[in-house]
């Protein structure tokens, strides 16, 4: 087993090294002069000679390119001009605020979305399956932004049901202490249930978006894949042999439809981190995606640059581990490895 | 297929073990390569009539009726054509100029003056989401074409002749994929400049890999599929087994693929609008249109989002459905 | 004992499928009853609707699928009215079922050992601290060798013939009343084969079971049946004790069926119906196609020796004038120590170390290991053997497809071995090896027309551009194969299995090669449509004064077409000499054990 993850993690260090030479590639890209870009609108010609030198833009491709990952090996990602910190630091501060977002989404996207399609499959022609029809190829029809939106009219201003979208938490109360930086779990560790709820009423509607958005892919891929096992010929024999339903479809059926769903999600997360981006400008929400938009319209561009690196990487990561887990579920997978 | 043709009893159409999986997963079946073999190998696992003279139904008797058995489809196609009008005749249609601004009449709700409302610079909306069809369907239709000249191309080359080619193709497409997409696409347009030929070599950049990937698949499938071999007897070089052989059996692929991407594109292009890295203003554009309306739209001006961002809906789960349809026309078992 | 009630009694059933293109009846008014400990055979080919009926009996029938009329009383109930709760009782406790394909039949991801608890606990048969060696019990059983490592193995590990066995196992763990096999055979080797049916009957005879062995093979249900019922498009056409019906078929089809049953004693032109002509492709069919009179040719060696050569041997020798008489001249292809190898995987032997893995395994592994064998012209030589052998890595590389590890390979006195299997397409050569492919199906393009199919060689090898010319001689060759020119214009989806066949020999032979490598050509055939696939062959080779290599699995086939055998195995030949010579006294023990397992209709 051990051998394995060795041999997967080999695998995504390639992956890791095309993530940095593309970063790398699209700050030399920047049309106009790459420094000035870097030293504001506002500096002055020195101070843009100065920015020059400190980039290094003054050096050949290769020895950019040695510094450029010198640094990322420190963890210098830049600085940002209009928050005045590193980008690292500045990441890392926001980074917690999307990880819950995302996470709370998928969560609730698969946990409808999975049973969903898989009794879609089940009772194929019935109600359900044409619900599921519907459902997946609206909600992947929906721009994420429009949802968000429509949810916030509806339920916020119409309805008065949620909480303002103004971020994750109402300015009434004041952050946890942190422990994870997901408010829901440092607020019940600092059992601090009031507080619990008022987080968890901000991310009702930004969660409800996201998972509105992924649950579309994952309760199609489940429906197709449930729907090619159950006519598959080892659940023939299982129903030849007299298995009850319950056993044909969860053990022979369900667990055997999973492989390809774990794959898809995959890429699903794809979408989401860049859904992500989206929804954070819906609902103000001080995520990095945000942070890389605000600092997008100020070409500001160190964030930008450190926000695409650190997506990446995170989703590399992501991978490996949808990876490892397929290779649990797999055992033919795990012969091979 | 006639019915009677697999006499294994189960008389589905669609049941045979080709599974909607193989074609978004491309994965190799690990257990192909199990050294036991005394099992021969079962290339069709059913014996066909001795003698069946059956009725011939061409490509078009097939598709009237796979559209007369799915209204959905029908319905799909009409949406289409009103979409392609909208596009092609837009300026003509609309009732006001799309960038005439009059603040006088800004902010006013639908009326039967402007059907769906004015923004805040007293631009009539329904003009303004005709005439964006236009631009938001160009750039789909122009990133499709792209990716599909050189992610099929290439993807072909992979699948077909393996080796290097597949290697490189493959590190290729793994690199773009190893980006959460809209991420990169943020990144290149940030990069290259906020033009609408930006957008779409961006938009075209992050549907490579997805390209690559189906067209490989595809040709990786019929590379050893006995009509090659039989046509490498018959004296043809493997780059006219590609172009004559090979390419037309991918292209029905590849085209539902186009139809399900044309719907990603919009959205794509959409999406980097909104958050300021796709057209700039004045230009009507859906996505633009949205954002501008999104501050307006938690104080109560819900129709100056709500329109374009209905378009944007529509037009994408109209290509959604027809790339639906036309799976169904082109490979009945991969239905969903 | 005469009155006793059948445990299984089917009457009047008729099975409908809703379809496209309306409601299409399956099985129509059939009859079927068994009796307890009877191993009854349903044989029919494809469309013939016994597979429909068994999965009506289980009534586990396709969605789509539905009892329109009849009853199915089984150990005295109505099947009819038992709720779909009870059935599910019945199934696997009662009534078990076995299908084709083995490895697809157990659940990829899930030990064999608790596929087989599964079935023991959903019927009770054991608790759960008892159900784990009883799993292994029921391995043990069906002969698998060490079963309590097996248990714990998944079905990718196992070979075909073992998942055959776990099948097995499942379906006889409850001890159920009756066993109903669905061409539990087909896709295996035939030593295989027999060893899985032996089994098959040694379990059910042991506990007194009924056995359904439902077939397309006359020969297996000949061997194991008692009593044999012969469906076909959805009727039953009889149904008689097995010697009975063998000795005295009743019904014309019957009779049509086992005449066209490849089996010994017989000529080519035996397999065809009886009132049939050969194919109109030839110009005067001579008497002595028919075995009538002894022509020139017939066999030196039998004449000497005094003896009347068999009419195997006699049809054949009108059929090869030349191969009798000796080789006239340089033989057409001669193939000298060829060997293939495939590299075992892409590691280095340092790397290999490095993960400590036995370096020895990477040695590569060789599919052909040095062969010698030549074909004279006019000679039709077949190739047998199991799978996994190299016959098909052989008839390969002969045909310039892959390329060889080493050897050589002469044709025509030309060292094609030399050329690389990549630019032999558009070699002068390639014209004249051709070879028609197993699978029809997959061997046309599915976007070609047949006379597009067909023209391919015209246009790419043949150097007729002109359009006229070339329908021209795509008709004529249609002609030549018997393919009706009208369905020159139809995609292979609009074709049978025989007709898609007849495309790719029309194809093959548009050039007039010299040597045609025919791949197991008729294996996915009916038995009646193989009978006049072969009949063809046999003409045109003579007509047309070709050579055959014909890979094959099919003992009998190859006794019917081929002048001399080679028997293959794991790489290298076994045996090879003159067909009646090795397949009447081999010489090998690999050939007389193949020989031995193929199972033989009383005829």
């Known amino acids: 087993m051990l051998t394995q993850i060795g041999r997967r993690l080999a695998t995504v260090i390639p992956s890791v090294i095309g993530v940095i030479i593309v970063t790398f590639l699209l700050t030399r890209v920047l049309p106009g002069d790459t420094a000035a870009y870097f030293a504001g609108p506002a500096a002055s010609a020195q101070a843009i000679e100065e920015v020059r030198k400190q980039l290094g833009l003054d050096k050949s491709l290769p020895e950019q390119f040695g510094r450029y990952v010198t640094d990322l090996a420190h963890g210098d990602l830049g600085k940002s001009l209009t928050t005045g910190q590193s980008v690292t630091a500045d990441i890392a501060a926001r980074l917690p605020a999307s990880a819950e977002l995302t996470l709370i989404g998928l969560v609730i996207a698969t946990s409808i979305a999975v049973p969903l399609g898989a009794l879609a499959a089940v009772r194929q022609g019935s109600l359900v399956d044409h619900a599921c029809r519907i459902i997946t190829t609206a909600g992947v029809s929906l721009p994420v932004f429009f949802t968000g939106l429509l949810l916030a009219y509806v339920f916020y201003y119409q309805l008065g049901w949620a909480a303002e979208p103004l971020g994750r938490l109402s300015f009434l109360y004041s952050p946890p202490p942190t422990v994870t930086g997901f408010y829901l779990i440092d607020s019940l560790a600092a059992r601090d249930f009031e507080l619990f709820q008022a987080a968890a009423a901000q991310l009702v509607l930004p969660a409800a978006t996201l998972a509105i958005f992924s649950l579309a892919p994952i309760a199609r891929m489940t429906r197709a894949s449930m729907l090619s096992v159950l006519a598959s010929d080892f659940v023939r024999t299982a129903r030849a042999s007299g298995l009850s339903s319950g056993t044909v479809i969860v053990t022979y059926a369900f667990r055997n439809a999973m492989l390809p769903v774990v794959t898809t999600l995959g890429m699903v997360f794809s979408f989401l981190l860049g859904a992500n981006v989206l929804v954070e400008k819906v609902f103000a929400w001080p995520g990095i995606g945000s942070y890389a938009v605000e600092a997008l319209i100020t070409s500001d561009f160190a964030p930008v640059q450190g926000f695409v690196l650190t997506m990446a990487v995170l989703y590399v990561l992501l991978n490996l581990a949808i990876d490892l887990l397929y290779g649990l579920i797999d055992p033919r997978i795990r012969v091979e490895g | ?336 | 004992m005469t009155t006793a009630i059948p445990l299984l009694s089917v009457r009047d059933l008729t099975v409908e499928f809703a379809t496209r293109r309306g409601k299409v009846r399956a099985v129509e008014q059939v009859d079927i009853s068994i009796d307890r400990g009877e191993t009854l055979g349903i044989v029919g080919e494809s469309g013939s609707g016994k597979s429909v009926t068994s999965y009506a009996v289980m009534r586990i029938l396709d969605r789509a699928g539905r009892i329109a009329n009849g009853s199915i009383v089984f150990g005295g109930v109505d099947l009819g009215d038992v709720s779909e709760v009870e059935m599910r009782d019945l199934r696997g406790r009662e009534i078990s079922m076995i299908f084709q394909n083995p490895r697809a039949a157990l659940n990829p991801i899930r030990k064999v050992g608790k596929q087989i608890e599964d079935v023991l606990l959903r019927h009770a048969q054991a608790a759960r601290s008892a159900v784990k060696r009883k799993a292994i019990d029921a391995l043990r059983r069906v002969r698998i060798a060490d079963p309590e490592e097996r248990y714990h193995a998944y079905p990718f590990e196992l070979s075909g013939g073992m998942c055959q066995r776990v099948v097995i196992a499942l379906a006889l763990a409850c001890r159920p009343q009756l066993l109903i096999a669905d061409e539990p055979t087909t896709g295996l080797d035939v030593t295989t084969q027999k060893a899985v049916m032996d089994l098959v009957v040694e379990l059910t005879r042991e506990r007194g079971m009924s056995t359904i062995l439902i077939t397309h093979d006359l020969g297996l249900a000949a061997a194991y049946c008692d009593r044999v019922v012969v469906m076909e498009k959805g009727t039953v056409v009889e149904a008689a004790p097995s010697r009975q019906i063998f000795a005295a078929p009743a019904h014309p089809y019957t009779r049509k069926l086992m005449k066209a049953t490849p089996r010994l004693g017989i000529g080519l032109r035996d397999l065809l119906p009886g009132d049939s002509s050969p194919p109109a492709s030839l110009a005067s069919p001579s008497p002595r196609l028919r075995g009538e009179g002894r022509g020139e040719g017939a066999f030196p060696q039998a004449q000497t020796r005094g003896e009347a050569p068999s009419p195997g041997a006699q049809a054949r020798a009108d059929l090869s004038p030349q191969a009798g008489r000796g080789k006239a001249g340089a033989p057409l292809l001669a193939v000298d120590n060829l060997v293939k190898e495939y590299p075992r995987n892409s590691m280095t032997g340092a790397f290999a170390k490095l993960l400590g893995r036995n370096p020895d395994e990477e040695k590569p592994f060789r599919a052909v290991g040095g062969i010698n064998f030549t074909i004279a012209r006019g000679e039709s030589v077949g190739l047998v053997g199991e799978s996994g052998c190299g016959k098909s890595t052989t008839s390969m590389m002969v045909m310039r497809l892959i390329d060889k590890t080493s050897g050589k390979i002469e044709f025509d006195g030309e060292d094609i071995g030399a050329i690389p299997a990549r630019q032999f397409a558009t070699q002068a050569a390639r014209k004249r090896i051709q070879m028609v492919f197993q699978d029809a199906t997959d061997s046309l393009n599915p976007r070609f027309t047949a006379a597009r199919a067909i023209a391919d060689p015209l246009i790419r090898l043949g150097g007729i551009k002109n359009g006229v010319a070339l329908r021209a001689r795509c008709e004529e060759l249609a002609t030549e194969v018997g393919l009706p020119v009208a369905l020159l214009d139809r995609f292979p989806h609009q074709l049978s299995g025989g007709q898609k066949a007849r495309v790719g020999i029309a194809r093959a032979i548009a050039l007039r090669p010299k040597l045609v490598i025919l791949d197991e050509p008729t294996a996915a055939l009916d038995v009646s449509v193989q009978a006049v696939v072969l009949n063809l062959l046999a003409d045109l080779k003579v007509q047309l004064g070709m050579s055959y290599l014909f890979v094959s699995h099919d003992l009998n086939v190859v006794r019917l077409l081929c002048d001399r055998v080679i028997v293959m195995r794991a790489g290298e030949i076994v045996e090879q000499g003159l067909s009646d010579e090795v397949l009447d006294a081999p010489k090998s023990d690999y050939t007389r054990d193949l020989i031995a397992a193929i199972p033989h209709p009383p005829m």
């Open chain 2, 1 to 336: 297929m006639s019915v009677l043709s697999d006499d294994r009893g189960q008389m589905s159409d669609d049941g045979r073990q080709m599974s909607d999986v193989g074609s978004l997963v491309a994965n190799d079946s690990p257990a192909a390569g199990s050294s036991f073999s005394d099992l021969r190998p079962l290339t069709s696992d059913f014996r066909p009539l001795t003698s069946d003279i059956r009725p011939q139904t061409s490509v078009l008797h097939h598709a009237v009726y796979v559209i007369g058995e799915n209204p959905v489809t029908g319905f799909a196609f009409a949406l289409f054509l009103l979409i392609a009008v909208c596009a092609i005749f837009g300026p003509l249609v609309a009732p006001y100029d799309p960038l005439a601004s009059d603040t006088a009449a800004a902010y006013q709700s639908p009326s039967a003056a402007h059907w769906f409302g004015t923004d805040q610079l007293g631009r009539d909306i329904m003009s303004r989401v005709i005439t964006a069809t236009r631009l938001d369907l160009a750039i789909a239709v122009f990133s499709v074409a792209l990716v599909l000249l050189l992610g099929g191309v290439s993807g072909v080359m992979a699948g077909f002749f393996g080796g290097w080619t597949d290697r490189i193709v493959g590190r290729l497409a793994d690199t773009i994929m190893a980006f959460p997409l809209f991420v990169l696409a943020m990144g290149i347009v940030a990069a290259l400049g906020n033009t609408v030929t930006n957008i779409v070599i961006a938009t075209a950049i992050i549907n490579f890999p997805l390209y690559a990937r189906v067209a490989r698949a595809e040709a990786n499938v019929r590379r050893h599929a006995g009509f090659v071999q039989a046509a490498r007897l018959t004296g043809n070089s493997e780059m006219r087994i590609v172009l004559t052989q090979i390419l037309p059996n991918v292209m029905p692929i590849m085209v539902v693929q186009m139809s399900l991407t044309m719907g990603y594109a919009i959205l794509n292009a959409a999406g980097l609008s909104f958050i300021g890295l796709g057209v700039r203003p004045p230009t009507a554009e859906w996505g633009i249109m949205v954002a501008e309306g999104a501050a307006e739209m938690v104080s109560g001006k819900w129709w100056i989002a709500f329109f374009p961002g209905a378009a944007l809906m529509i037009s994408v789960f109209c290509f959604n459905l027809l790339g639906d349809g036309l799976r169904d026309i082109v490979d009945p078992q991969r239905r969903t």
